[in-house]
């Protein structure tokens, strides 16, 4: 088989990477695939034919390194191609590790949930359409339902909450980043809050989750306010009348 031919099979140029800087016995290299072991070892036996891998027998066991030296010119490919799986590797584990880090560091979030009896498409629009915003949280409210875009409601004089909008997928999710322009222990856009929307057969779950809050007496606060602002929203939702805010007036 030509050499070309015989690194062009990505097994092959695996096995030659996790080889290349260590001996691996034929067992440590068929456990990192998901193939027969037949496949893995007729894979090591083109390889050996080829003479990019040296085996080493010892007992019942063999042993395996690559033959950099028999690569010749082909080594530049399986150096640049193991160079680009490693990175792409480190990029996972760095981003596995911020998604780690942020639930570590973060308090606990606080979820508030609530059916409402209209198709997510309805109860998404309550949430980028500032006119429906304020029917039920809020007078004066500006919303820009795009990633970058201000979220802002003003509940009374001085007590106004303020961020971004971060992620909009219609009619599914909604990410906003939340704080308070008046309360220096809770500052625009300090917190992040998910709205998550499933359809059932009888209408929508809503799923909020406020993430970043300091302490249990911020979190109880805003699970209060949640929990009204979401059963007003169910109710205009359905066509009914939630009333004026108590939060609104002064």
Excluded at 8 to 37: C, N, Y
Excluded at 209 to 223: E, N, S, T, Y
Aim: with cysteine; net charge neutral.
């Amino acid at each position: 088989m030509e050499p070309l031919r015989v690194i062009a099979a990505p097994h092959r140029l695996q096995i030659l990477g996790m080889v290349w800087d260590k001996e691996l016995s034929a067992g440590e290299i068929a456990a990192e695939f998901d193939v027969s072991w037949g496949a893995i070892s007729q894979h090591l036996t083109v390889l050996k034919k080829a003479g990019f891998v040296t085996e080493r027998r010892q007992g019942t066991s063999r042993f395996y390194t690559t033959d950099k030296a028999s690569l010749g010119s082909l080594r530049v490919v399986v150096e640049e191609h193991w160079r680009d799986r490693l990175g792409r590797l480190k990029a996972l584990a760095e981003a596995e590790q911020r998604e780690r880090d942020l639930y570590v560091t973060v308090p606990k979030v606080l979820e508030v949930s609530v059916h409402i009896k209209a198709r997510p498409e309805t109860v998404f629009r309550y949430f980028t359409d500032p006119t429906r915003y304020a029917q039920w949280m809020g007078t004066d409210v500006t919303i820009e339902a795009v990633p970058g875009g201000t979220y802002r409601v003003r509940m009374r004089d001085g007590v106004e909450t303020s961020g971004q909008f971060v992620e909009v997928d219609a009619p599914r999710r909604i990410v906003f980043t939340w704080g308070w322009i008046h309360d220096p222990a809770l500052p625009p856009g300090s917190t992040r809050v998910e709205l998550t929307l499933v359809e059932d057969a009888d209408g929508t779950n809503l799923v909020l989750r406020h993430f970043g809050l300091p302490d249990a007496a911020q979190r109880d606060h805003h699970r209060k306010g949640w929990e009204l602002y979401l059963h007003r929203l169910a109710v205009c939702v359905s066509g009914g009348d939630p009333g004026p805010d108590p939060n609104a007036t002064a």
